[in-house]
């Protein structure tokens, strides 16, 4: 992973980070402050990568996964966060929607999750509750933004805006991108910035969060799948069972798959399985693993052969690679068996 952290001299209030990686763990822990959790679900050889700028208020994140992958996680209990797709080739679902020329708004502290079967590229604004009060009473006084606590809604820009606001998107990586590596005046930057938030804010207001509509089924596994959310975050670091998905959630087996195929497109066995494999792969490469041994067991898995298979099938590497790589890059050296003895010393009846 390399990053590069940069506060322009000549606008000390915006700070830029660039973000370049691998795969989508370090991308996850680059977006921890929005509480994100990625899960790459087939080998992923594009880049992944997230480019953010900081200001007073409001934070511009543009980045991409590298590959199909799952996200989720809650958005800050401070922030509105407004997620903009950039769809390549595939559709993205947030929330179990196809967000094909939308945008998402998730109100302070709701949950969020998206599927991607393809390389995606994103936006995420990251609004303070308290700056975006008075940018609303500037706006409109009379009228607010439809976002209830804990809800979820989406929106579609006019194609000239959105064309508009993806130029200006752009146009903002390149000159913060710029000012971090020559260390010239941001003055221009605030600007841009406020040229992407205000048209989206514009649109929310005159939009109300219109969606589309939905199955009557809807809310409920919705419901389901934020409580099971709530339940992953509270013991993320802990192997969780398909049975308890189900108590968190108060709800049968086949609830939880339907929720789960709603949102996810796949059973929640399996949800869990790539869940296991990040978790073994973050133990590896944190070092908090000895052993293979020891991460597959701390991460759920008990057989050994299949493990192995399914995590240099996911990841490309098997798990002792990366547990070999990662001690070199820390200077730790490979590890080393133990040497067996010369075949001449063997006696030749054995």
């Not at 401070?78 to 769809?87: F, Y």
């Not at 302070?108 to 700056?131: I, K």
């Not at 296991?276 to 041994?293: C, D, I, M, P, Y």
Request: with cysteine; hydrophobic share 40%.
């Amino acid at each position: 992973m390399a990053t590069n952290t940069h506060p322009p001299p000549a606008t000390p209030s915006v700070q830029i980070q660039t973000l370049q990686t691998r795969h989508g763990d370090e991308l996850s822990a680059a977006m921890r402050a929005n509480d994100v959790e990625i899960l790459q679900t087939k080998p992923a050889p594009g880049a992944w990568y997230l480019h953010r700028v900081a200001l007073s208020g409001v934070a511009v994140q543009h980045g991409r996964l590298g590959g199909p992958a799952l996200a989720l996680g809650a958005a800050h209990p401070d922030h509105v966060e407004i997620l903009i797709p950039w769809p390549d080739s595939a559709a993205i679902h947030y929330c179990g929607q196809d967000m094909t020329g939308r945008i998402a708004m998730y109100a302070p502290g709701s949950s969020h999750q998206a599927r991607c079967d393809a390389s995606q590229g994103f936006t995420l604004l990251s609004l303070d509750t308290r700056a975006l009060s008075g940018r609303i009473a500037t706006l409109d006084p009379d009228r607010g933004p439809d976002i209830p606590a804990g809800g979820f809604s989406h929106f579609a820009l006019p194609p000239t805006k959105e064309l508009a606001l993806r130029r200006n998107i752009l146009q903002l990586v390149a000159r913060s991108r710029e000012a971090a590596s020559d260390s010239e005046p941001c003055a221009a930057i605030p600007a841009l910035a406020e040229a992407i938030v205000g048209p989206v804010l514009e649109t929310l207001l005159r939009a109300r969060g219109v969606g589309q509509r939905e199955r009557p089924e809807a809310p409920a596994r919705r419901a389901t799948m934020n409580r099971v959310l709530e339940y992953l975050a509270a013991h993320r670091h802990q192997p969780v069972t398909v049975e308890d998905l189900c108590m968190a959630a108060e709800t049968g087996l086949r609830s939880l798959q339907y929720a789960f195929q709603d949102h996810f497109s796949l059973p929640p066995s399996r949800f869990l399985r790539y869940r296991r494999l990040h978790q073994a792969r973050r133990l590896l490469e944190g070092r908090a693993a000895k052993s293979v041994k020891a991460a597959a067991l701390d991460s759920g898995f008990w057989e050994f052969g299949r493990f192995s298979v399914e995590y240099r099938r996911l990841f490309g590497e098997s798990p002792s690679s990366t547990l070999q790589r990662c001690l070199i890059a820390h200077g730790q050296g490979p590890l080393r068996r133990p040497r067996q003895a010369a075949a001449s010393a063997i006696p030749q009846e054995l």
